[in-house]
């Protein structure tokens, strides 16, 4: 007999130190809730998995919630694949797919690992820091801007507008009164530099083999314009960076919960490359992506209407017991393929190679680099946003 879920589902109402027994109530009452927002809420890995493989479910057009007079903010968001229908999403995409290939990211080990290392040395400097600000943030723009091929010199400003394009991303709470003018802000500087990084690599073909020009080589063949290249550049730069963090710090939370396994990756490296899938699985670093019905649905015992939002939640498919046995528990040898914290489908994280190797390298310096790194006294203090999920400050001991 089902019984009745725990109330109406508000985002607002979930703790974001640990949201999962919330999930868990709606996942085994309501499975598919219909919550005051109007918005229906898929919490079992079957459905979300199916939502996820079915073309019916659109991702719809960007968020009407950008204010009209964030001009630059409006025409960068409408340029992400994120918010991108078949068929200029599967023409973009296929840019992008031809650009950035496992090739690529292989080749850009050593760099990752080099980058990684300077990092942990710094870190290793202080007693006590906060792995968020010398770490986990700096880390995966640090690689992106290898990938862009951003000069060492501007990343300290690439960083800066990186962060105030955060401003208008996930769903945060505590988003400063002027923050869709700084994501705005932050948008027009973006745009500028990286109109002029395509119009330095026209004049100069051979000015270097990173990503911008791997595809200005492949947009003639998929008529990609510099809006959709921009566009794409500054969707990297958003997607790679702030849920790379959170994996890293999210996976070194759970480590530290479960000493056992943290005592297991320590002795064997090599398991770091299959460990990163269940940290994933086990604490997602997006724990929701949203679609639209373009037509009406029987799903999980209800009509879903066309037209309708619906809310999959991956942190809850991703701890589902019919599809992960003992699924609150984080087992680092546990085949954790099929979960859903990079997607489905798709709009399957393009960038997923890139996060698992940021994952494995920099979870691999930090344990090989620091082999007393231990939590510090100071709680955790989670950003206020349970889309992209996640610390915003974590303060570890160093030695």
């Not at 409006?74 to 068929?87: E, G, I, K, L």
Request: aromatic share 6%.
């Amino acid at each position: 007999m089902t019984t009745p879920a725990p109330g109406p589902f508000r985002t607002a109402d979930v703790p974001l130190t640990d949201p999962y027994p919330h999930y868990r109530r709606y996942r085994e009452s309501d499975p598919v809730h219909l919550g005051p927002d109007g918005s229906w809420y898929v919490f079992r890995h079957r459905d979300v998995a199916r939502v996820l493989a079915d073309r019916r479910y659109v991702r719809g057009p960007q968020p009407a919630r950008i204010p009209a007079d964030c001009p630059h903010l409006r025409r960068t968001a409408a340029n992400w694949m994120v918010f991108m229908d078949p068929p200029h999403h599967t023409q973009v995409r296929a840019l992008v797919a031809r650009s950035f290939t496992p090739r690529i990211v292989e080749a850009l080990r050593p760099r990752i690992r080099r980058l990684a290392a300077e990092l942990v040395t710094a870190l290793a400097e202080e007693r006590e820091a906060d792995l968020v600000d010398r770490l986990a943030a700096p880390f995966p723009l640090l690689v992106i801007s290898e990938l862009l091929g951003v000069p060492r010199e501007d990343r300290a400003w690439f960083r800066d507008r990186a962060l105030g394009l955060q401003q208008a991303t996930g769903s945060r709470v505590a988003r400063r009164a002027d923050g869709f003018a700084v994501a705005d802000a932050a948008a027009r500087d973006l745009d500028a530099y990286f109109r002029a990084e395509l119009a330095r690599r026209r004049a100069r073909p051979a000015y270097g083999a990173d990503l911008i020009g791997a595809m200005l080589e492949h947009a003639g063949a998929t008529l990609a314009d510099d809006d959709t290249l921009v566009g794409t550049c500054i969707h990297l730069l958003t997607a790679g960076h702030e849920t790379t963090t959170n994996l890293l710090s999210k996976g070194l939370l759970a480590l530290f919960a479960h000493p056992e396994e943290l005592a297991a990756l320590r002795a064997r490296p090599e398991l770091t490359a299959g460990a990163v899938e269940e940290l994933v699985r086990y604490d997602s670093p997006v724990q929701m992506i949203t679609r639209h019905a373009g037509e009406p649905d029987w799903l999980g015992g209800h009509t879903v209407p066309a037209g309708s939002r619906v809310v999959l939640v991956l942190g809850s498919a991703n701890r589902d017991p019919e599809r992960f046995p003992d699924p609150d528990r984080l087992d680092l040898t546990r085949d954790a393929r099929r979960h859903s914290g990079f997607g489905m489908g798709i709009h399957y994280c393009v960038g997923a190679p890139l996060a698992r190797a940021e994952a494995e390298i920099g979870l691999t310096e930090l344990l090989r680099g620091l082999p007393r790194l231990a939590p510090a006294d100071e709680p955790v203090r989670y950003a206020k946003d349970l889309v992209f999920h996640g610390p915003e400050r974590m303060v570890v001991r160093t030695r």
